[in-house]
């Protein structure tokens, strides 16, 4: 009876070891999709902050140009 017993628990330990190694190499492939993500979305910070830069400077060389302006409460 102690054989089947010590069959069982080490059934049950393989079957955990197998999650176990399972689950750590699905959260190595989400580490890296997350650092993949980050690492786009500082790219897209970056450029958006330039695109916001370059629409306000050619905002404020258009502004002379632009004859009778409503002032900004209209």
């Not at 089947?4 to 999650?19: A, Q």
């Not at 993949?36 to 958006?48: C, V």
Request: charged residues 40%.
């Amino acid at each position: 009876m102690a054989d089947k017993d010590n069959e069982i628990v080490d059934g049950r330990l393989t079957d955990i070891e197998m999650k176990l190694m399972y689950m750590e190499d699905f959260i190595k492939q989400l580490q890296e999709v997350t650092v993949g993500h980050s690492e786009e979305l500082d790219s897209l910070h970056k450029e958006a902050k330039m695109m916001s830069e370059k629409i306000r400077e050619m905002s404020d060389l258009l502004e002379g140009d632009i004859p009778n302006r409503k002032p900004p409460h209209y």
